[in-house]
């Protein structure tokens, strides 16, 4: 069992940078995939990034490439989002998932656990 509490969102400006942060609870944190999604009122949830239990490999969508960076500390059981070079279409609910697997996927159906978001508003 996986509980997730994420933190970090605001409100900004466009160009502005945020970090979101997740915390879990459990033992085996560094067993799970750890991802990011966002919902927006016209995506119910879109993947955003994801990382392997290690660390070493990370997955971007198209749309955060080069501006976003996903990143984790087993240490401190809490996987992070930095987000860069906001722009107003990234103005979401940001969730973040644990998925025990290897290799992350990107449909939200294939994670276990949710946090309960935390909204993200960017203004231009």
């Known amino acids: 069992q996986v509980q997730l509490v994420e933190s970090g969102g605001g409100l900004v400006q466009a160009g502005a940078s945020l970090r979101l942060s997740c915390a879990a609870s459990?033992?085996?944190?560094?067993?799970?995939?750890m991802a990011w999604f966002r919902r927006t009122p016209w995506k119910e949830r879109e993947f955003v990034a994801a990382?392997?239990?290690?660390?070493?490999?990370?997955y971007y969508s198209d749309s955060v490439k080069g501006r976003f960076t996903i990143s984790r500390d087993n240490a401190k059981n809490t996987v992070y989002l930095q987000m860069n070079s906001l722009r107003p279409e990234d103005t979401a609910v940001y969730y973040c998932?644990?998925?025990?697997?290897?290799?992350?996927?990107?449909?939200?159906?294939?994670?276990?656990?949710w946090g309960q978001g935390t909204q993200v508003t960017v203004s231009s």
């Open positions: 998932a644990a998925d025990m697997t290897i290799i992350p996927r990107t449909e939200p159906s294939e994670y276990d656990y």
């Open positions: 459990g033992r085996t944190f560094s067993s799970y995939a």
């Open positions: 990382i392997v239990w290690s660390g070493r490999s990370t």
